[in-house]
């Protein structure tokens, strides 16, 4: 009996001691740190940058459509994903509130195999497999091509890869293409790109001809596109890419007009 009634004592312990810390922890402390509570918020990434508004709740798919079966929000973040060979073609989430032409996009992204990347200035080529085609932030869970530009779909002129990573090119309205150097290199770009859980944060910003992608504060691209091929403005998307089973998510996706 004293043995069943010390078990029962134990047990009785074990249940109420993490009950207690779960409740320590959920109700901030007496006169509690504003500065802290608001930073916590802050890495949470629950805070809208000021002249930015938000494409994503957070919560849902709500403001985007996409092909049954891909897609969903897992996380807090937008997950595109397969669970085996997907034969293609690649298909997209697309946001549904405009075609900018003008703007800066910021978002954190995490990818655990495969390739993906976020489409901008872009149209929608085949509305049953949600295909898109246009300019792309590329990013991809292998080490060559995050951050480059792609014309995905070659309807930005057929011009496949516009500006590998690292380099500065102006693409004039006759004439070849002229390629310059960054400050840093493919290698130097890749090491600041963070993989497994970790969340990378990409910039694009499309000012007229000029297009920008940053990675983690790192310029990857630049392109002055003077082409007649140039696209002004268009759809927002983001990718999910035919080939073996994989996973991407975007989340905390900002955008400020210009």
């Known amino acids: 009996m004293k043995k069943t009634l010390l078990g029962l004592a134990l047990a009785a312990s074990l249940t ?32 809208v940058p000021e002249g930015f508004e938000s494409l994503f709740n957070g919560k849902d798919l709500d403001g985007w459509k996409g092909k049954e079966g891909f897609w969903s929000v897992q996380d807090g973040a937008i997950t595109g994903e397969t669970k085996e060979e997907f034969k293609g073609p690649n298909t997209f989430l697309v946001w549904q ?6 703007f800066e996009l910021r978002f954190k992204y995490r990818i655990y195999n495969g390739n993906s990347g976020v489409q901008y200035r872009s149209k929608l080529t085949n509305e049953d497999a949600m295909q898109m085609g246009g300019y792309q932030g590329d990013f991809e869970f292998g080490p060559t091509f995050s951050g480059i530009l792609y014309d995905e779909g070659g309807v930005a002129g057929k011009r496949d890869i516009m500006a590998h990573r690292g380099e500065k090119v102006t693409w004039p309205k006759e004439g070849e293409k002229k390629v310059e150097k960054l400050a840093m290199t493919t290698e130097q770009l890749q090491k600041a790109i963070k993989t497994g859980d970790e969340w990378n944060e990409y910039v694009i910003i499309a000012d007229g001809n000029r297009l920008t992608h940053k990675i983690n504060g790192n310029t990857t691209v630049e392109v002055i596109d003077d082409s007649d091929k140039a696209l002004k403005s268009g759809l927002i ?5 035919a080939g073996p089973a994989m996973k991407v998510q975007v989340k905390d996706i900002h955008m400020k007009k210009l």
């Open 16 to 47: 109420i001691v993490p009950a207690m810390s779960l409740l320590a922890e959920d109700k901030p402390a007496a006169g509690g740190d504003d500065a802290a509570v608001a930073a916590a918020a802050k890495d949470a990434g629950s805070e």
């Open 97 to 102: 509130g405009g075609e900018p032409a003008n």
């Open 237 to 241: 998307g983001i990718q999910v890419h």
